[in-house]
């Protein structure tokens, strides 16, 4: 409209709103806990706070998927209407997910971070694990050894399993669970197999070994897709657009907020600089980028940053 405002007027916006939003907050946390399966990751927050001179501590956010299905009478089978509730720590304490997920009763689906161990306890939270990362350990091996044998047998495997759950995605979960008795299941029992066998042949510390040590206490976890269909082979991604980006955060605005799980994650993708490119001053005013970041960004070729104004 070609108005201009100041940033401390934009900033203190941000503020009243996310006060505001505050209503939805619980709602929607009882919303993700009334679903049998949750799908929970945790990614990295630089936050910038006043007197470190331009350095940044680490924070984290937590994302929390309320996913599954449900049978309703006269109906069948119908999918939980999923929703996400993101959460801000400054720290990757167990704690965190042991209080966000306290009296829940379901299907976790989540990495092996240990944080997590005190869930599964009680028996109440099912632990399910991801394929994927099981996958990536394999594929990171085979980079690393220029296609090793052993990895790419591995994620051959695993491919065909997933071949399966693309043909199965769009059935419902009991004929998901009946298919994946059939065919699944042997996979995974030859699969079992062949780790057992080839496990002891590899070096423990190597690329390829903690490949297989991943997938060989992990194993229950991983496959226990294949006991419900209403459960996936791998965690379900939550971030915006599908992956997670670097973020950050300016502490004045976090501790001003109402609550601090007003504030993580914007999604905004940062520059170089660590300015978003529809910039907001509540969250990247005098922001300077991390020491890792220039130099990825560097090594690159990127171009300097285009200022954006306005």
Same mark, same amino acid.
């Given at each position: 409209?070609?108005?201009?405002? $100041?940033?401390?007027?934009?900033?203190?916006?941000?503020?009243?709103?996310?006060?505001?939003?505050?209503?939805?907050?619980?709602?929607?946390?009882?919303?993700?806990?009334?679903?049998?399966?949750?799908?929970?990751?945790?990614?990295?927050?630089?936050?910038?706070?006043?007197?470190?001179?331009?350095?940044?501590?680490?924070?984290?956010?937590?994302?929390?998927?309320? $996913?599954?299905?449900?049978?309703?009478?006269?109906?069948?089978?119908?999918?939980?209407?999923?929703?996400?509730?993101?959460?801000?720590?400054?720290?990757?304490?167990?704690?965190?997910?042991?209080?966000?997920?306290?009296?829940?009763?379901?299907?976790?689906?989540?990495?092996?971070?240990?944080?997590?161990?005190?869930?599964?306890?009680?028996?109440?939270?099912?632990?399910?694990?991801?394929?994927?990362?099981?996958?990536?350990?394999?594929?990171?091996?085979?980079?690393?050894?220029?296609?090793?044998?052993?990895?790419?047998? $591995?994620?051959?495997?695993?491919?065909?399993?997933?071949?399966?759950?693309?043909?199965?995605?769009?059935?419902?979960?009991?004929?998901?669970?009946?298919?994946?008795?059939?065919?699944?299941?042997?996979?995974?029992?030859?699969?079992?197999?062949?780790?057992?066998?080839?496990?002891?042949?590899?070096?423990?510390?190597?690329?390829?070994?903690?490949?297989?040590?991943?997938?060989?206490?992990?194993?229950?976890?991983?496959?226990?897709?294949?006991?419900?269909?209403?459960?996936?082979?791998?965690?379900?991604?939550?971030?915006?657009?599908?992956?997670?980006?670097?973020?950050?955060?300016?502490?004045?605005?976090?501790?001003?907020?109402?609550?601090?799980?007003?504030?993580?994650?914007?999604?905004?993708?940062?520059?170089?600089?660590?300015? $978003?490119?529809?910039?907001?001053?509540?969250?990247?005013?005098?922001?300077?980028?991390?020491?890792?970041?220039?130099?990825?960004?560097?090594?690159?070729?990127?171009?300097?940053?285009?200022?954006?104004?306005?």
């Amino acid at each position: 409209m070609g108005l201009s405002a $100041a940033r401390s007027t934009l900033t203190d916006w941000e503020l009243e709103t996310a006060g505001l939003l505050q209503v939805f907050y619980r709602p929607l946390v009882l919303h993700v806990q009334g679903a049998s399966l949750i799908h929970s990751d945790d990614t990295v927050l630089r936050l910038q706070e006043e007197g470190r001179k331009g350095r940044t501590r680490q924070a984290h956010a937590w994302a929390y998927l309320g $996913a599954g299905w449900r049978q309703e009478e006269g109906v069948g089978w119908v999918a939980y209407p999923q929703a996400v509730v993101f959460e801000f720590t400054l720290d990757r304490s167990g704690k965190h997910p042991q209080k966000f997920l306290d009296g829940y009763r379901g299907y976790l689906h989540a990495d092996a971070y240990s944080g997590y161990d005190a869930l599964y306890t009680g028996g109440e939270v099912i632990r399910v694990g991801c394929m994927a990362h099981c996958r990536r350990y394999f594929h990171e091996a085979a980079l690393a050894h220029k296609g090793a044998g052993l990895a790419q047998q $591995a994620i051959e495997q695993i491919g065909r399993l997933y071949a399966i759950e693309a043909e199965i995605k769009a059935l419902d979960p009991t004929a998901r669970l009946a298919i994946r008795q059939e065919r699944a299941v042997p996979l995974l029992d030859a699969m079992e197999t062949w780790l057992g066998a080839h496990a002891s042949t590899v070096l423990p510390k190597s690329a390829l070994g903690k490949a297989f040590g991943y997938a060989v206490n992990q194993w229950n976890a991983l496959r226990r897709y294949t006991d419900s269909g209403i459960l996936e082979i791998g965690r379900v991604e939550m971030w915006r657009g599908g992956r997670r980006s670097g973020l950050s955060v300016a502490a004045p605005f976090v501790w001003r907020c109402p609550s601090n799980l007003a504030v993580a994650p914007f999604p905004h993708p940062p520059r170089r600089t660590g300015r $978003a490119q529809l910039t907001h001053p509540a969250l990247f005013r005098h922001i300077k980028p991390s020491p890792s970041s220039g130099r990825v960004q560097s090594a690159s070729g990127v171009s300097a940053l285009t200022s954006y104004r306005g």
